[in-house]
C-alpha cells in the first residue's frame, strides 16, 4: 500500500493512474492514426490532461455524446470520434455490424486503410456479408471501412466526386 501508479504517455512524462470506482466500466481501444487527446473535463477546449498513443486500452465509465470519460490510464475526457465521424476510439467489445456488397464488380480488400501504399489481401463478391465493428477511416476523401479481413472502400474512388457505393449496412 501506498506505493503510487503512474503510466508513461507519448511526450514521455508519468501522470498519476487512478483507479476505476465500482460503476460500470467499458474497454476502450485508441485507434486514431495521431493517438487521443484527454482533456480535464468534458469540454473540448479544457486543460490538456495526456496524448494517449494509438493501441492504448483505456477504461471508460461515462460517455456523453462522442466524448467518453477515461479513468485509466489517466483520468479526463477524450473524443470517440470526431465531428466528420472519424473513429478515435473504440469499444473492445463492441457491437458488430453487417455490410452488403453492393457493387457487381465486388470490394477489394486491403490490409490497411491507405489504397495507395495498402497491400491487397482478397476480395469480397457482390452479395457477400462482411463484418464490421463499424470503424471507419477517411483516405483521399474516401471512407474506408474496417472489416474482419481488413479494409474496404465503402464507395468507389473517382476524382473529384465519390462514386457509387460498394457496400451498405444490413440489419
Known amino acids: ?22 460503476q460500470s466500466v467499458e474497454k476502450f481501444r485508441v485507434v486514431g492514426q495521431s493517438g487521443a487527446t484527454v482533456r480535464k473535463d468534458v469540454n473540448l477546449d479544457s ?62 480488400i486491403r490490409n490497411g486503410p491507405d489504397i495507395d501504399t495498402s497491400d491487397v489481401v482478397g476480395r469480397a463478391e457482390f452479395g457477400d456479408i462482411v463484418e464490421s465493428t463499424g470503424e471507419v477511416q477517411e483516405v483521399d476523401s474516401i471512407q474506408r471501412l474496417k472489416i474482419k479481413q481488413g479494409w474496404i472502400s465503402m464507395n468507389l474512388r473517382e476524382k473529384n466526386a465519390i462514386g457509387a457505393p460498394v457496400v451498405e449496412r444490413v440489419d
Not at 500500500?1 to 483507479?19: H, I, K, R
Not at 456523453?64 to 473513429?87: C, F, L, Q
Request: charged residues 25%; negative net charge.
Open 1 to 22: 500500500m501506498g506505493d503510487t501508479l503512474s503510466v508513461c504517455v507519448s511526450d514521455g512524462s508519468q501522470v498519476p493512474a487512478s483507479t476505476p470506482t465500482r
Open 47 to 108: 486543460p490538456l490532461v495526456a496524448n494517449l498513443e494509438k493501441d492504448t486500452i483505456v477504461d471508460v465509465i461515462e460517455v456523453k455524446g462522442r466524448r467518453a470519460h477515461i479513468v485509466s490510464p489517466v483520468d479526463g475526457w477524450g473524443s470517440i470520434k470526431t465531428e466528420t465521424g472519424y473513429v478515435i476510439m473504440k469499444k473492445e467489445d463492441g457491437e458488430i455490424f453487417k455490410y452488403k456488397i453492393v457493387l457487381k464488380e465486388g470490394a477489394v
